[in-house]
Structures are given as C-alpha cells and as structure tokens.
Antibody
Framework: EVQLVESGGGLVRPGGSLRLSCAASGFTFSNYWMHWVRQPPGKGLLWVSRINAVGSTTDYADSVKGRFTISRDNAKNTLYLQMNSLRAEDTAVYYC?????????????WGQGTLVTVSS | DIQMTQSPSSLSASAGDRVTITCRAGQTIFNYLTWYQQKPGKAPKLLIYEASSLQGGVPSRFSGSGSGTDFTLTISSLQPEDFATYYCQQSYTAPWTFGQGTKVEIK
C-alpha cells in the first residue's frame, strides 16, 4: 500500500524557515517524480514544486522560486521542502504527491498534509 | 500560466440527481485534464485522468469528457458520499494549475 506521510509543519514567524519532510513507503520511491502542492485555509489547490526521480531536475512555482528548495533522499525514501523567507501568504496545508506514471503530472497518491502557519 | 475555470463554484443537489461540472482551460491542453474529489480535512482523491479515464476503484457513476479547452465531470446518480469539492487540474505543462473548485452540497 502506497503511503506518504508529511511532517515538519508548524507556526513560524515571517522571514523564518521550515523544512517539511514526506516519508514514502509501499512503492519504489526512487522511480517516481514527486511534487509538493499546497492549499491555503479555505481555498483551492496550488502546485508548488516538483523533482525528478534522481533529484537532478527541479521546478518551482513563481511564487516560491528562490525561497523554497525541493530535494530528496532516495536511500531514506524521503522527500523534502526547505522553505526560507516565509511570508504570511505561504500559510497553507502542504501535501506531497506521487505521480501516476513515473514522470507524469497526474497526482495519484497524496499525503495527509502538514499545516504551515506564518504569523507574528 | 494556463488558467483553469470551473463552473459552477457551488451547487446544491439531492441524492440520485445527475450532476455536471465544467472546466475550461485558457488554452488547449489536449486531453491532459484530471479531476479530483476532496472532502473536508482530507487530501484530494484522484477520480479521472486524461480527461476520461476512470481511476481504479472509483465508482462508474463518475465520468469525464472533453478535449482541447472544454471538459466535463458528470456524476450520473449522486450518492451521499459524493458531497465534496471537486477540482480540475491541467497536467499538460508547468506550472500545473487547478480550477478554483466546485462544492457539491446537499439540497
């Protein structure tokens, strides 16, 4: 059974940093591109970032480019999102998601989400 | 960025009703259109991919159609467990964008 479990969310002040983790199990993690998607409270879904299977290619939404860094450790089956220079508008539930096919962009499996709150 | 526009934003319906939600892309996305269902406090669930392919385990009362810029999600006979918010997403090009959601409520 595919499982994705996020952790690392919490309350952080504007300008602060946080690192999210997503522990994967039930599939060969090193074969799949992975994504982060976020959802501000009461609002819709927003794609944040993606990383290829070996960690050599990354993409970011313009709203987080230069502030967030996606990475992965295939030996630990774990995906990360390093978030720096956080702003109030980064407040959201952050989901990690696995694609349906190895390099696709349909999100087949999602974690339960971790809430990041940026507030003074 | 490709803008995805869903309509309606919300609807009220009764169990047994046929429900149709539309999604329009700002440019052609061929058939690279995905539908998700999200219930309160839960992660989205994949329903339909490539515009009309039903994800495994999803009831056959859900169907998708369309290509190019105009797409439709249909629930043939609404069940109590279908009351949720539905999102479309273009899977054609980065940045991958979602519609604003359609909330299906009990009438």
């Amino acid at each position: 059974e595919v499982q994705l479990v996020e952790s690392g969310g919490g309350l952080v002040r504007p300008g602060g940093s946080l690192r999210l983790s997503c522990a994967a199990s039930g599939f060969t993690f090193s074969n799949y591109w992975m994504h982060w998607v976020r959802q501000p409270p009461g609002k819709g879904l927003l794609w944040v970032s993606r990383i290829n299977a070996v960690g050599s290619t990354t993409d970011y939404a313009d709203s987080v480019k230069g502030r967030f860094t996606i990475s992965r450790d295939n030996a630990k089956n774990t995906l990360y999102l390093q978030m720096n220079s956080l702003r109030a508008e980064d407040t959201a539930v952050y989901y990690c998601a696995r694609v349906k096919v190895l390099t696709g962009t349909t999100f087949e499996f999602w974690g339960q989400g971790t809430l990041v709150t940026v507030s003074s | 960025d490709i803008q995805m526009t869903q309509s309606p934003s919300s609807l009220s319906a009764s169990a047994g009703d046929r429900v149709t939600i539309t999604c329009r892309a700002g440019q052609t996305i061929f058939n690279y259109l995905t539908w998700y269902q999200q219930k309160p406090g839960k992660a989205p669930k994949l329903l339909i991919y490539e515009a009309s392919s039903l994800q495994g385990g999803v009831p056959s009362r859900f169907s998708g159609s369309g290509s190019g810029t105009d797409f439709t999600l249909t629930i043939s006979s609404l069940q109590p467990e279908d009351f949720a918010t539905y999102y479309c997403q273009q899977s054609y090009t980065a940045p991958w964008t979602f519609g604003q959601g359609t909330k299906v409520e009990i009438k």
